[in-house]
């Protein structure tokens, strides 16, 4: 039977510990190649902590690869703003239970449940405009990646048929909730209507059309590329027909060609023309204006030249001599284990601990929330507190 996790402070304990997974796993999220023997290279107790992280639902096994479960997935997408997905349901979902609450409102005669059900509704146009805005972004990305990334042409084709369908459910729905705001439930904005509720539906409003306005220019795009992708089509049928029609070396026979090629001068590739202009001697002897442009010449070339100079510098020895510098650093686990060997609580542990080189007061604080923080799974962490020099710290002994 699958465990469950009991608190918000066990899942932020639980995804902190094992970051470093995590990162991997979602990193690598489009590929099925994240082999269980290099999850296990990441993570320090190895075989006991994946299989906790089986058993709360954070990852799931499939055969010798690993998967982080959709519903942690889709939160770090959500969160980082990178989800491929389009969720046009989710705001129909949300406008049918935004009729709900106004309904379940405007029939309500306790005060205390009517204001619930208000709540309810500011709640969820915020959440109506915050889903719309991040589905055009995501709508927005999805188009342009689509097209730059998709090398099959039909397959291109269709999906950005499959994202120009998306763009107009989500301005159909658009068009709803303003037709819920100003039309079809008029009577319950009419009497709800308080300084709050005018703020959301100013913020939803404004948000909803800047939305639309974004959904036009998605559209314009999308039937640009597929106008793009029908003249490639067409491009692409005509050069295999030129190529099969070469190779039956019939080209010149079945199509004019030559003469084609005959009224196209493509001098892209040459090389540009230069057109020096002579000036007569007696215009640079008598002019004074031509001796000012010849002393701007001469005094840019000896700007140059010393410039030139200035950057041919020898190279420092001391820069191609190597060095090392040696850091002394604390073994958190084996502070860990010796703490696990004996009875003391932590923090009257570290200050008599015999390190290897000499620790500050500061540094033994420190060390202390680190090992409290790495191995919290594997000590027994009090409610009772006790206080040294003015620090209050809780009472922690191992398991």
């Known amino acids: ?36 023997s290099y999850a296990m290279e990441l993570i320090e107790y190895k075989e006991q902590r994946i299989q906790y992280l089986i058993d709360v639902g954070v990852i799931r096994e499939s055969g010798n690869f690993l998967e982080l479960e959709d519903v942690y997935l889709r939160f770090f997408e959500d969160v980082l703003q990178v989800n491929e997905e389009i969720n046009v349901s989710s705001i129909h979902d949300y406008i049918d239970s935004l009729n709900e609450n106004i309904d379940y409102y405007l029939k309500e005669n306790n005060d205390k449940r ?34 730059k990334n998709e090398p099959n042409y039909l397959i291109k084709k269709q999906k950005l048929q499959k994202l120009d369908e998306k763009r107009d459910a989500i ?24 300084v709050q509720m005018r703020d959301v539906i100013a913020d939803v409003k404004y948000q909803l059309n800047e939305s639309y306005h974004n959904l036009v220019d998605i559209n314009r795009q999308v039937i640009n590329y597929l106008g793009l992708i029908e003249y490639q089509n067409r491009l692409l049928k005509k050069i295999r027909q030129l190529k099969y029609l070469k190779d039956q ?18 001098v892209w590739m040459e090389t540009r023309p230069t057109y020096p202009l002579k000036l007569s001697l007696s215009s640079l002897i008598n002019d004074d204006v031509y001796l000012d442009v010849l002393k701007k ?14 950057e041919k510098h020898s190279i420092d020895a001391s820069f191609l001599e190597s060095s090392s510098q040696t850091i002394e650093v604390l073994d958190q686990n084996e502070i860990h284990s010796a703490f696990q060997a004996q009875q003391r609580d932590l923090y009257a542990f570290l200050k008599t601990y015999p390190y290897h080189k000499e620790v500050s007061r500061e540094e033994q604080l420190v060390l202390f929330c680190q090992i409290a923080s790495q191995f919290s799974s594997l000590l027994d962490i009090s409610n009772n507190e006790a206080e040294d020099e003015n620090i209050i710290y809780p009472l922690i002994y191992p398991k």
Not at 119 to 129: A, H
Not at 249 to 266: A, C, G, L, Q
């Open 249 to 266: 070396v019939t080209i010149e026979e079945y199509t004019n060609i030559r003469e084609v090629v005959s009224n196209i001068n493509p």
């Open 114 to 147: 009517k204001n619930e059900y208000l709540r309810n509704v500011r709640r969820i146009l915020k959440n109506i405009s915050l889903i719309t805005v991040r589905n055009v972004i995501d709508l927005k990305r999805n188009v342009d990646n689509t097209y």
């Open 1 to 36: 039977m699958a465990q469950v996790i009991r608190s918000v402070d066990d899942l932020i304990k639980l995804l902190n510990r094992e970051k470093t997974l995590l990162q991997e796993m979602f990193q690598k999220r489009k590929s099925l190649s994240f082999r269980k």
């Open 171 to 194: 301005s159909k729905l658009i068009h709803t909730c303003e037709s819920i705001i100003d039309k079809d439930q008029i009577t319950f904005f009419r009497v709800a209507m308080d």
């Open 297 to 310: 010449v001469v005094a840019d070339y000896k700007l140059s030249g010393k410039k030139r100079k200035q």
